[in-house]
């Protein structure tokens, strides 16, 4: 049980950089979705709510098989650059969190900026406050704070999902841990290690967004 | 569209059973959920510290261990606990257990750990006034519960039980790892046999998504139905 501690804590940098890496994409990508979202031209609405739709209906480990599998048919891609990130399990499995996190976080941010009550941005229309500061220091604070805690859960959730690079080679700390386990056929105190690292992370991403709600946390 | 025909020449048939699967597994696992949900929700609720505790060791680490580590946890551990508890009646042959018990039962902890929460997060927004009033009011524990609480506490928690279904849906195609033929798995073994994974990983993914989609229109209705008078 103790031998295996080193192995599994190096797993938990590549988890680490899985998630965080991801994260910032999917952030990006949401914050994106989430402005085409509240555009007002139908199809761009349509599409952009079709891309969280299907990233939300869909398992997780499909949108990473095809995206390491299916994608290296395609002929044409191989001749392209893209083929040198897509033939990398590490990328592929970045994109497809990416996008899906991507996904989940395009309608947390909907609805936060959803939720501002349109008083707050008439008021400051009528300071004459010019329409860039009210995005970024009216709309943008209000927001976070709105959506700091779907946020949490979504990075929690996030965490979890980065257990599926291990099906396509990569040794994450569940990719190593289930190695351990089918090596030495200790499911259970290979499992409390593993899954104690797991509850450690969660731990820590819950008292951090905690701590960034009472920070954000001025009345609305 | 050949890859699809049913028969010998393509994967129609195959893809509709393991369709099937993944459906049956789901609805055993949400039903094993429910049992769990039953038996931890009075315990997280209890105001007894260790029944309270143990309540919430559970859905605290089923919530934040990975749903493959948990699979793992039972795909290997599931069939040795089992001889275990069989050779202090004196049984030493191996046991194998069916891979869709396992899959349907480590799927159904972790279902049981949202619905739990669910469950829990409806009975508190129970006004008090009902639980007082349907007391002195002397009715008998049956009616207490199936006729008063119950129908209250399914319409809070109906919306989100929905939710807790499409994770179950969702999480039913991680038990591909364990060999049960599910839409999934069966997607593998057709892209495998047909090197053809772009199409078979992209209709897995429209199955899914006629499952969810199908499953929220039918939930949508039973909504409506629970809120009626609201």
């Keep these: 049980m103790i031998s295996s501690f080193p192995k599994l804590l190096n797993a938990t940098l590549i988890t680490l950089k899985l998630l965080s890496v991801s994260l910032i994409f999917g952030l990006f990508i949401g914050l994106g979705f989430a402005i085409l979202r509240m555009n007002n031209n139908k199809l761009i609405n349509k599409l952009a709510y079709g891309y969280s739709y299907i990233f939300r209906g869909t398992p997780l480990l499909v949108q990473i098989f095809i995206i390491y599998f299916g994608l290296g048919q395609i002929e044409y891609l191989r001749t392209t650059f893209l083929w040198v990130v897509l033939k990398e399990p590490y990328w592929c499995a970045i994109i497809a969190f990416s996008l899906n996190t991507g996904a989940y976080t395009s309608e947390i941010l909907r609805s936060a900026f959803q939720t501002i009550k349109p008083g707050y941005l008439e008021a400051g229309r009528s300071l004459g406050i010019p329409s860039k500061i009210i995005f970024t220091k009216i709309q943008i604070p209000i927001a976070i704070k709105q959506s700091l805690p779907a946020y949490g859960n979504e990075i929690i959730l996030m965490l979890k999902g980065t257990s599926l690079a291990s099906t396509v080679t990569l040794m994450d700390l569940t990719g190593v841990a289930k190695y351990i386990i089918s090596t030495t056929f200790k499911p259970v105190e290979v499992f409390i290690v593993a899954g104690g690292i797991y509850l450690f992370m969660t731990f820590i991403v819950h008292n951090v967004i905690k701590y960034l709600e009472k920070k954000y946390g001025f009345q609305t | ?230």
Excluded: C, H
């Design chain 2, 1 to 230: 569209m050949e890859l699809l025909y049913f028969g010998d020449k393509g994967w129609g048939d195959e893809l509709f059973f393991a369709t099937l699967m993944t459906i049956a597994v789901s609805i055993t696992a949400m039903i094993i959920g429910f049992i769990f949900a039953a038996l931890f929700t009075p315990l997280k609720l209890s105001n007894n510290k260790i029944l309270n505790s143990i309540g919430n060791a559970y859905t605290t680490v089923i919530r934040g261990v990975p749903e493959l580590l948990v699979i793992y946890l039972f795909f290997f551990g599931g069939s040795g606990a089992i001889m275990f508890v069989a050779s202090i009646f004196g049984y030493n042959d191996y046991i194998e257990i069916n891979a869709f018990l396992t899959g349907s039962f480590s799927i159904g902890i972790i279902s049981g750990a949202y619905s739990t929460e669910v469950f829990r997060g409806a009975l508190q927004s129970i006004d008090k006034g009902q639980f007082e009033a349907a007391k002195v009011l002397g009715f008998n524990k049956y009616v207490y519960f199936f006729k008063i609480i119950l129908p209250q506490m399914l319409r809070l928690a109906i919306p989100n039980l929905s939710n807790v279904w499409q994770i179950t849906l969702k999480d039913t195609s991680l038990i591909s790892v364990t060999g049960l033929v599910e839409i999934m798995r069966q997607s593998y073994i057709a892209a495998g046999s047909t090197r053809d994974p772009l199409f078979f990983y992209s209709f897995a993914a429209v199955l899914y998504l006629m499952l969810t989609f199908l499953s929220m229109q039918l939930l949508n209705r039973l909504e409506t139905k629970y809120s009626k008078g609201y």
